[in-house]
């Protein structure tokens, strides 16, 4: 309960006055989030509310809060904060789970490159998939996008099938491709203002334009844009059909650090639209910036699903010991051998992730001082991002 | 947008395209015209014997050509764009919107038979000013009914053509190996004169550009009578039309294919 009152706090700071709207958020029976406006967000999906605010007649009121879990308020609360940020009106969101999948496989031949993957994205959230390379995540994109046929399993995307679904389908999504070429004979308005005529709603070629900041190359041919501009090109495209769900599928692979940021930047925009954003990258750290949730797949199969604090949370080592390894006569087994945590090498410098940081830090000052010797810049943090990753996938990424 | 316009927009977009790529443009266009004034110039203005009478090189070459321009700027064009097109992911990009896919196919023929129709029209217009050919107004609608329907089969041929090639490098070869020895045996380049050996009569007989070419050239010549519209040469094509449609329904693919050098091309670059 404490924690509730916490995240109730929170959620009220947070929120203001701002949100128009009867009701804006509840957190259902299974713990999953429900944001929708109007007065049947709750009803609509038929499970009955935990935690429901509104201001309904009067100011923010916080009720029925039994059992909400910190982590999920926290989702609430950054997205709700999102949506004042916007000023959104009820139309702008849509209602319960965007995308639905159950037991996805997907074989080739004998390999299984997607083995049994269930999970849920709700309207409005910003999914990402995440592994290294051949862990599935474009596959499983392709799939909810109906580029590619899945072997078994149940998968709905606005309420769709993707496998059957048409052209009214594809008109609500939208769609940036890892390796989708652009016609390279247009200028950029030309190309957009072309692939966006199919789309019943769409957005104004210059809006667009602007909003993935390609103004100066407007009238530009595509041949003669960098691979990165080509990329927001993609990026332009995905939206021109103002689309309610948009799968990215590893949208700064390849970027320069600063192009990296740049495009977060410009999804960051998207997700203050109000979209449901699914994207998958190699990138721990883009996932971390960028989603509200995060999926991590190694070798066709989940591994971890859960905020990034959730992610981290969930491992058992969460400190990292590291120091120059001195020159040493005698086997490292006196030193390596009682410690709780996993230790590895790495130039020169040994690295040791350990979930009881203050046993193991002792064993080791003790070690050293019996012999004399000094560790040269001997730190301890909190494990990285890119360290839980590791962990979770279980083997470095594979460079193709 | 309903699907009419987006079919006009489609057109329009892809004769930019056409435009904005020169050398399409002169295979197509540009060539023919050269092999025009080539032809005449080199045998000559004496008149020979050809299927459809004792008449000029001029009047022989003339339709000859313009037909060959029409089968260039359809099948090889649209067999190699959509090949190409197909590699570099574009086709992948348009399945991925709410653009029926049959207006993005009807976009690309109907671009390569217009394209095909000024070819067409061009070169004749040049026989007929510089060289003299025969024209006559009671002829013209013979000669367009067979633009139509060699244009749209070749259109369709083309389409099959991309279905049937790996890989858009795959694309050109198969076009110029099946095209231009077709072109030999069906009265385009060289006229049979009632002499050539009876099995590649039969050979020309069975592919549609002979009689693409034999059709065409009828409604020019001065010895046919009016309408001068051959049924059993139009039906023969049609049916090459319809294999071509069976094909490509049957065969064509959006995706990329795996391990194509553009694709590849790509993802090495991305992944380092």
Redesign the interface.
């Known amino acids: 309960m404490i924690g509730d009152l916490v995240a109730h706090h929170q959620l009220e700071a947070s929120l203001g006055h701002q949100v128009r709207g009867d009701r804006v958020c509840g957190v259902a029976e299974d713990h999953r989030l429900e944001t929708g406006l109007g007065k049947s967000s709750s009803a609509d999906v038929g499970v009955e509310p935990r935690a429901v605010f509104g201001n309904n007649g009067s100011p923010w009121q916080w009720t029925h809060v039994t059992d909400c879990s910190t982590p999920r308020l926290e989702i609430v609360r950054h997205r709700l904060a999102r949506v004042a940020a916007m000023n959104l009106t009820a139309d702008r969101i849509t209602e319960g789970a965007a995308i639905e999948v159950r037991d996805l496989v997907k074989h080739y031949g004998d390999t299984k490159a997607v083995d049994g993957v269930s999970f849920a994205v709700d309207a409005g959230e910003v999914f990402a998939i995440l592994g290294p390379?051949g862990a599935g995540k474009s596959t499983t994109v392709e799939i909810l996008?109906?580029?590619r046929q899945r072997s078994s399993g149940d998968v709905a995307v606005l309420g769709l099938d993707p496998a059957t679904a048409g052209?009214?389908f594809?008109?609500r999504?939208g769609?940036v491709?890892?390796?989708?070429?652009?016609?390279r004979?247009?200028t950029v308005r030309?190309v957009i203002d072309?692939?966006g005529?199919?789309?019943?709603t769409r957005r104004p070629t210059d809006e667009l334009i602007e909003l993935v900041e390609l103004s100066e190359k407007a009238d530009e041919?595509v041949a003669r844009l960098s691979?990165g501009q080509q990329r927001r090109v993609d990026l332009a495209?995905g939206l021109v059909?103002d689309p309610e769900v948009i799968f990215l599928d590893?949208p700064t692979?390849?970027f320069d650090p600063a192009a990296r940021r740049r495009s977060w930047d410009i999804v960051r925009n998207l997700t203050s639209l109000g979209k449901t954003v699914v994207l998958t990258t190699h990138y721990m750290e883009e996932a971390e910036q960028l989603a509200d949730r995060i999926l991590v797949l190694a070798r066709g199969s989940i591994v971890a699903e859960g905020t990034a604090a959730e992610l981290r949370s969930g491992l058992d080592t969460d400190s990292k010991i590291t120091f120059g390894l001195p020159a040493v006569d005698e086997p490292l087994a006196a030193l390596l051998d009682p410690l709780v945590g996993t230790s590895r090498g790495r130039d020169r410098r040994l690295e040791i992730l350990t979930p009881a940081p203050t046993a193991d830090l002792a064993h080791i000052t003790a070690w050293a001082t019996a012999r004399g010797l000094e560790l040269e810049s001997l730190t301890v943090s909190s494990i990285d991002l890119e360290d839980v990753y590791l962990q979770l996938v279980g083997e470095p990424e594979v460079?193709? | 947008m309903n699907n009419v316009s987006l079919l006009l927009l489609h057109i329009r977009a892809q004769n930019r395209i056409f435009w904005r790529v020169p050398i399409g443009a002169f295979f197509a266009l540009a060539l023919p015209v050269v092999m025009l004034v080539l032809f005449v110039a080199l045998f000559g203005g004496d008149e020979f014997t050809t299927e459809y009478g004792f008449v000029s090189r001029a009047q022989f070459y003339t339709p000859a050509l313009a037909v060959f321009s029409a089968a260039s700027a359809t099948y090889t064009n649209i067999g190699i764009n959509l090949a190409t097109r197909r590699d570099e992911g574009i086709l992948r990009r348009v399945r991925g919107t709410p653009l029926p896919p049959w207006i993005y196919l009807g976009g690309v023929v109907g671009s390569g038979v217009y394209v095909a129709m000024m070819g067409t029209a061009f070169m004749t217009a040049l026989g007929v000013v510089a060289y003299g050919v025969n024209i006559e107004l009671a002829k013209v609608p013979a000669m367009m009914l067979t633009f139509v329907v060699g244009s749209a089969v070749f259109a369709m041929l083309g389409v099959a053509l991309a279905a049937m090639a790996s890989s858009a490098s795959a694309a050109p070869a198969l076009a110029n190996a099946t095209l231009l020895p077709m072109a030999f045996i069906s009265n385009v380049f060289v006229s049979f004169e009632g002499e050539a050996p009876s099995w590649l009569v039969l050979a020309g007989d069975i592919f549609p550009l002979r009689h693409f070419a034999l059709s065409y050239g009828e409604a020019l010549s001065p010895f046919s009578d009016a309408p001068a519209i051959v049924w059993e040469r139009l039906g023969v094509m049609l049916l090459w039309g319809l294999l071509g449609a069976l094909v490509a329904w049957r065969k064509f693919r959006w995706e990329p294919s795996v391990g194509s050098s553009t694709t590849r091309g790509r993802r090495s670059r991305r992944q380092r």
């Not at chain 1, 005529?197 to 019943?200: D, T």
């Open positions: 390379n996008e109906g580029h052209r009214a594809r008109d999504i769609v491709l890892q390796e989708a070429g652009i016609d004979e247009f030309e072309l692939y005529a199919p789309y019943s041919r691979g495209l059909g590893e692979t390849g460079e193709a």
